[in-house]
């Protein structure tokens, strides 16, 4: 890619990974007579969190998303990372999970369904 200024390295980059992945890339360097050392810098890129449950108190769950809405004045990111979760897995519904709570209201919406279980 380009000589690191004021130095005697060069940063390369691999192009094409599915033919040789970096870790291997750089230990080839690193065995040539001619490099004295090489090292791999490892960059992944992440893609925003899209799945965003459709429901209307989301928003006001400020632990599973924080962007700073509630309360008032709150801290961003300080929560779950609940949607860059729901990237790997939204779940199953072969999975039960109790929480028990003196608070549980086993008529609200999102539990009429469940009662059964």
Do not use: C
Not at 33 to 56: G, Q
Not at 76 to 95: H, M, R, V, Y
């Amino acid at each position: 890619m380009r000589k690191v200024e004021r130095t005697d390295w060069y940063l390369l980059r691999v192009k094409d990974t599915t033919s040789m992945n970096t870790l291997r890339t750089s230990n080839l360097y690193y065995e040539s007579p001619i490099t004295i050392l090489s090292m791999p810098n490892f960059v992944r890129r992440l893609r925003k969190a899209t799945i965003i449950p459709d429901d209307a108190y989301f928003t006001k769950q400020w632990h599973l998303n924080n962007t700073g809405q509630v309360p008032p004045g709150g801290t961003a990111d300080a929560d779950i990372d609940a949607p860059e979760g729901w990237e790997i897995s939204t779940g199953s519904s072969n999975i039960v999970i109790a929480v028990i709570d003196e608070g549980v209201d086993i008529y609200h919406e999102d539990l009429v369904y469940k009662r059964g279980l």
